[in-house]
């Protein structure tokens, strides 16, 4: 089993947002608002939003622009006002709305919201408005993200893709990539992405196990189990690696360490559907059918093992009868 501790959505950050500002003019006062936004940009990157604040409201006073509105939604957004963000983020749409920024940001408001539809809406008019390469990565990203939470996986990846490729390395978005890698069954190329994970955050024990979750889904049970070894060294304890251990001394008949570490797997996380796949398998080869069983019909209510059904099948009464214990 991999481990996915992300329960919600990942929203790019603002504080790297690159302005879509037009060209400089020589004049000192029509460079006025742009130079109070780059100072207000200086303390958004030191995480100051409410000084930035200040220097975004006299360029807001000084000409109103939508990209003067738009930086000062930055600090709304790194204060947490988000009423005041949409507001002028919907100005900023209002005078211009072929701004890619303003798309941009009024996805994230969507996505924030959790309104996938909008955000999906506004990221794909930020691609294609986009003059700036950066930019328009962290509009794939966006889109990217908001099409992992409508189900649309395989455009996700698309757009997560060429995203990761023109943006830095963000272990939020590498880790979404890497669980659509493995819910397509494209083992090979979620290795690559959690080895990045793994080198970008070794004190993540997540990242080792999913790394030892794919190698076992490629054959590479030795490897797998390094990596497994490797997330246990960290936390002992943690469950999905005691979980993904246990199957691999299934698959070399170490069935006894097996048992030992899915008990206490189950212990510290009762609802692991593969955890209760592996019991099962144990219980089965030790002749407790019935109760393997139990453990089946467990885990494919809680869902996510392929195998269980053809294990339900293979094993179990499915007639609607009572299983007799043995």
């Not at 962290?138 to 023109?166: C, F, N, P, S, W």
């Not at 994970?197 to 004190?203: F, G, S, T, V």
């Not at 251990?245 to 008990?263: G, P």
Request: net charge neutral.
């Amino acid at each position: 089993m991999r481990s996915n501790p992300r329960q919600a959505p990942f929203l790019l950050a603002l504080f790297a947002l690159v302005l879509a500002t037009g060209p400089l003019v020589n004049t000192a006062t029509a460079q006025s608002p742009r130079l109070l936004i780059l100072q207000g940009d200086s303390l958004l990157r030191l995480e100051k939003p409410q000084r930035a604040l200040e220097f975004y409201d006299k360029a807001v006073a000084a000409d109103g622009s939508a990209n003067s509105l738009l930086a000062r939604a930055k600090a709304w957004y790194g204060l947490d006002r988000m009423d005041r963000f949409l507001l002028d983020v919907e100005q900023a749409l209002k005078k211009d709305s072929t701004s890619a920024n303003a798309h941009y940001q009024r996805g994230l408001y969507a996505m924030r919201a959790q309104d996938m539809l909008n955000a999906e809406q506004h990221a794909t008019r930020a691609i294609e408005l986009a003059q700036q390469p950066l930019l328009k990565a962290q509009a794939h990203v966006l889109r990217g993200e908001a099409r992992t939470e409508l189900k649309r996986y395989v455009g996700a990846i698309a757009d997560l893709e060429i995203g990761v490729a023109g943006t830095a390395s963000d272990p939020e978005v590498l880790k979404t990539l890497s669980r659509l890698y493995d819910q397509e069954g494209r083992h090979e190329d979620a290795l690559r992405v959690l080895e990045q994970l793994c080198a970008l955050e070794p004190w993540q024990v997540g990242h080792w196990s999913n790394r030892g979750f794919e190698l076992t889904m490629l054959g590479r049970n030795e490897e797998a189990l390094q990596m497994i070894e490797e997330a246990l060294s960290l936390d002992k304890d943690e469950p999905v690696a005691l979980s993904n251990r246990a199957y691999l001394y299934m698959l070399t008949n170490r069935d006894q360490d097996a048992w030992s570490d899915i008990e206490r797997s189950l212990r510290f996380y009762p609802s692991n559907a593969f955890a209760l796949r592996t019991r099962a398998m144990l219980r089965l080869r030790k002749g407790e059918r019935a109760k393997a069983c139990e453990d089946l019909t467990l885990a494919k209510a809680l869902g996510g093992v392929p195998e269980v059904e053809r294990l339900i099948n293979e094993n179990c009464d499915t007639s609607g009868a009572p299983a007799k214990r043995k």
